[in-house]
């Protein structure tokens, strides 16, 4: 099923957002839509994107590459990014990640062995005084988690399998 | 004091249409629609002295000015990429004071006559954009953006674009790249965007917090604007405060407030009663600055911040304690401009490769006294030669560092012989 077969209004209102000789502008919005099912982006997605854009499938490709937001493999259903940059490794983000990835049995970029949790560092949130602070990117968009602790975080996680089951 | 920006501290609501109305909301939107010729609003938020807060301080009104008015439709592109680590107000503002936003966009592109609007938010900001499509389709419906504004033939289309993940598209001519669908990467300027940007057609890209001052200098007045702040820097300013401080936050205030009064009357002081050893005021891409008691007593503008050897930038103040080792801090913000190097031009691309190699020997205790030399010599290579500031903001903590904290690294401080 293409992008547009599965999601037609929202196809047509992402591609009325730009001029209609500028239609280019709509793959990052489209790309967002097609990693909403799955988590991550794929090859016949980018494919049809393409086509729809009227550039190749390797210059979709690139973005996907290029954007840390973007995916192009799965990973657990809950990917949890946790920032260690400066702000929030002054007040103990970096132990917090540490600490974090110890309880649920994973190497920073792991997936726990039930697929439903993955644990990163990344960049800067933009909510440094909030550390330790964490985003999940889930298909349905993104949320934060911040001044947590390991067991706020733990709780979180029970919550989300429950929900999940 | 009452806030001018960060209004939703004073009046809980005002994210709501009805409350911002009746607190005055889109008076000044209605004035300038209603009354005023787009040059005349150039020329008073020119004489306001407003200078873009998304870190170069640029004159907003002469940036405006710029527009080439031979070539046709105009836009005007929000700056809501927020990435520099220790900067997170835009955030506030977006999250909590939406409205006043809105309308400062609103009177940015009557001034410019553009009739579209992107506000271009990172990727993270998923949510808030969220609620602004809400509310920007609450204000169409109350005809204050879309069609026949306020009753008139102005017409604005607002829309929002979420990034993905990149730092690099905070600088304005990688923002209109990942705009049009490419990679974030920077063009070569000159042309400018006021001449060429979005589309090859002229562009106005401000920042969040700068656009959000637009509703209040209207209502008020350029003199009254111009009362706030300090001869060199005019206005008031959303300083976010992080790092080692007790009360970590953004705090609304006017240009020439002391770092004193800063970190220890608004911060609280320093997390534990450590003393406090340095500061970047502007970010990761901040030079430190030694924090002696003149550093302290000196007043947050422009001009006195780079008369430190630094930049106030977007006011981001990181503050280091003792505590923290400068080999581990040059390593951090390293990881960093690494990770987010675009990749276009190659001293930014080997060179922040080149220098995270380094700053991790360093770090882990098996550099030598060569490694901090070439670690010294290659930061300083890179600067005045990489495409976008960005390159250059990557050397600013290193070379600083090495300079001003020769301790951190192995190295005995020259005693000037006397």
Redesign the interface.
Known sequence: MTLIEKYPQEVKQILA?Y?QD?K??????L??LAQRENGFVHRRDMKDIGAM?D?TETDVA??VG?????HDEPAGRLRIQVCT???C???GADDFLAALCESLGVEPGGTTPDGLVTVEP????????KAPLF?VQTGA????HERMTIEKTLEWIESRKEAAS | MTHILLRHRDIPDLDKLAVYEKQGGFKALKKVVTGMRPEAVTQLVMDSGLRGRGGAGFPTGRKWMFVDKNNWPHYVVVNAD???????K??EILESNPLQFLEGVAIAAFAVEAHTAYIYL??????IA?ELDKRIAAMEKAGYLGKRVFGTDYTLKV?T???????ICGEETALLE???????QPRIRPPFPPVSGL?GKPTVVNNVETLTNLPPIINNGADWYKSLGTADTVGVKIF?????VRK???YELPFGITFRELIYEHGGGIIDGVPIKAIMAAG?SSALILADDQTLDTPLDYGSVHRLGAELGSA?V?V?DET?RLDW?ID??MT?FK??S?GKCTPCRDGSFWMKHLTERIRDGNGSAEDVKLLDSVARQMQGKCLCALGEFSTQAVVSSIEKFPGDFGIKRKVSAS
């Open positions: 957002r001029p500028q280019r502008s709509a793959v990052m919005p790309l967002y854009l550039i690139s973005l290029f954007y840390s937001l973007y940059d400066l702000s490794a002054l007040r990344v960049m800067c949130l933009a909510a440094c005084d985003q968009g993104l949320e934060y | 927020e990435s520099e680590p220790g900067t997170f835009d955030r990172r990727g993270e900001f998923w949510p969220a829309h674009h979420l990034g993905a993940g990149a730092y990942s705009l049009e669908g490419k990679r974030g589309y976010c405060l992080s790092g080692r970590p936050g953004n990761a981001s990181i280091l923290v801090l951090k913000t960093f990770h987010e675009c």
